[in-house]
């Protein structure tokens, strides 16, 4: 038998629950007579009698109940769905996946995450921490958060948090027997905590300007780790000279359980970015979070 037309079974389910071609030719908006013409047609295919037709009422006949009561769940089911999903569309709901940096985690994405989830219990936020870059559409996230700077051209970006300054910083008692550095070059006489970005595999270069001249320095020392919390510590512990962000290390810092060096040399760049492939369709919930990301100076 040829496939059957839906929109043909369709026509019958209303026409067979409204009882009449009038009321059921009005919900599909359709004329009475191209209703009739259509249950006609189904039935022809089917080789059986659907509808009793008189001149007061429209009945299903045995083999039309029979029909009515298989197909009817299902389309019923399917219309529950689209219902729900037109509710998801406009309610706030759903999870999100996030890559993102341990600095970026703790300074921009828990604190607005405190404030947003509380109020908003059918969204769930899932935040993997990444020291290096990650394929979002591969890996399936729904953004990730990385400096504005390094971001593909490709992608939107919303800039989330404010200009970032880094900080060269080591403890008082490594520089009790040590002069300071005035200069990045200066640097190569001294012991310092390398970062290692595990998806780029090499050591990260620490980046210096001043007066418009940029430098990359490749440094050396004896200890390497790939978190920032670990290079803070080896700081503190008198290890070595650590390269982080200025508000990460700014309290040990002020209560001098580390000093700064290099500073002239540390200019502000730009801050962190929320980034993602695409602004069609994006569900509620996401949208929500992304304005409640938005930096606002």
Not at 30 to 35: K, N, R, Y
Not at 149 to 177: H, K, L
Not at 196 to 201: S, W
Not at 239 to 247: Q, S
Request: charged share 25%; with cysteine.
């Amino acid at each position: 038998m040829p496939r059957l037309n839906v929109n043909n079974l369709l026509a019958f389910r209303v026409v067979a629950r409204e009882r009449s071609f009038t009321r059921a030719a009005a919900q599909i908006g359709v004329s009475p007579s191209a209703l009739s013409h259509t249950i006609r047609a189904l039935e022809e295919r089917l080789g059986i009698r659907l509808l009793t037709r008189t001149t007061r009422s429209v009945v299903p006949t045995e083999a039309g109940e029979r029909l009515l009561g298989a197909v009817g769940p299902h389309f019923d089911g399917i219309e529950a769905e689209l219902a729900a999903l037109n509710e998801l569309r406009d309610k706030p709901a759903g999870s999100i996946r996030i890559t993102t940096g341990i600095h970026a985690a703790e300074t921009i994405l828990r604190p607005a995450l405190a404030k947003l989830l509380p109020g908003y219990p059918d969204i769930s936020v899932e935040l993997s921490v990444h020291s290096g870059f990650i394929d979002i559409v591969a890996e399936r996230f729904d953004a990730g958060v990385r400096l504005g700077e390094t971001i593909a051209q490709d992608m939107v970006a919303v800039r989330i948090g404010p200009d970032i300054r880094m900080a060269a910083v080591a403890s008082p008692d490594y520089f009790s027997n040590r002069k300071p550095p005035r200069t990045p070059h200066d640097l190569a006489l001294h012991n310092c905590i390398n970062l290692r970005f595990p998806t780029r595999g090499g050591l990260y270069a620490w980046e210096f300007e001043r007066a418009g001249r940029a430098l990359n320095v490749r440094v050396e020392g004896q200890l390497i780790v790939n978190e920032i919390a670990l290079a803070l510590q080896a700081a503190r512990d008198g290890l070595g000279i650590a390269y982080l962000p200025e508000d990460y290390v700014q309290t040990d810092v002020k209560t001098g359980r580390v000093i700064r060096v290099l500073e002239p040399w540390c200019p502000p760049f730009s801050g962190y970015h929320l980034y993602f492939p695409s602004r069609r369709q994006q569900p509620p919930a996401f949208t929500l979070l992304v304005d409640a990301l938005r930096y606002r100076p």
